[in-house]
């Protein structure tokens, strides 16, 4: 089976420029979580989306950062514009949504996103 | 606010030996579910093992277990036989039980060293 795909793996990008993310969760999951990781702030929910719908978005850092879920199974993180400090591994995670808690999320295997 | 905390920032075993990531939480909810995740420098998020609060039997998965002590909100993860694949950080994390709320919580993570 195939497991949440994001792409790219890698950009690079000058500060100012737009970025978008992308990702494709596990057919049949719906529920998509979008993380940050830093070495200085470990890994934090950005937002995510239940049903295609934006549940919890308190951990988007500014309006800089917006993402959506156009469908079951395609979702996107823009930065615009990005800055240096927008520099992380950026991470889609999915997993199915039964009304509890107890199925793990599935990660993707992250992009790494430079901003000089 | 659930939070999550994992105070050994690194930890080193032998290999075929035994160790045990220690993590603790603090929650108000009475109903959860617990998660350790292993990341290896290939950065994938790889689920370990997972444990809901309502059970009272600790999780098994082959040499991977965990010590769930839920009075003291503690949830430690004990690697048996150690092997080099088993190098990696190692993140535990906290998943509300119902409701609309799915997220997880992240600790800051445990980098493990395995040693020939």
């Known amino acids: 089976d195939a497991g949440v795909i994001q792409s790219p793996r890698h950009e690079v990008t000058e500060m100012g420029q737009e970025v978008t993310l992308r990702c494709k969760p596990i057919?049949?999951?719906?529920?998509l979580f979008w993380y940050r990781q830093t070495m200085m702030r470990g890994l934090e929910l950005l937002i995510y989306?239940?049903?295609?719908?934006?549940?919890?978005d308190s951990g988007m850092p500014e309006d800089r950062f917006s993402a959506k879920m156009p469908n079951a199974s395609f979702s996107t993180l823009k930065i615009q514009p990005s800055e240096p400090r927008d520099s992380a591994v950026y991470f889609c995670?999915?997993?199915?949504?039964?009304?509890?808690?107890?199925?793990?999320?599935?990660f993707g295997d992250g992009t790494r996103l430079s901003i000089l | 606010a659930q939070t999550v905390t994992q105070s050994q920032p690194e930890m080193s075993v032998q290999e075929a030996e035994t160790v045990t990531l220690s993590c603790t939480y603090d929650t108000s909810e009475s109903d959860y579910y617990l998660f350790w995740y292993k990341q290896p420098p290939s950065r994938q998020m790889i689920l370990v093992i997972r444990?809901?609060?309502?059970?009272?039997q600790n999780a098994t998965e082959n040499r991977f277990s965990v010590n769930f002590q839920k009075a003291a909100k503690s949830f430690s993860l004990k690697i048996s036989d150690s092997q080099l694949g088993d190098a990696a950080m190692y993140f535990c994390?906290?998943?509300?039980?119902?409701?609309?709320?799915?997220?997880?919580?992240f600790g800051t993570g445990t980098r493990l060293q395995v040693t020939l």
């Open positions: 994390a906290y998943r509300t039980f119902t409701g609309t709320a799915s997220k997880l919580t």
């Open positions: 995670a999915s997993s199915p949504w039964r009304g509890v808690g107890n199925q793990p999320q599935h």
């Open positions: 989306f239940n049903n295609n719908v934006p549940i919890d």
């Open positions: 057919s049949g999951h719906n529920s």
């Open positions: 444990q809901e609060a309502y059970k009272q």
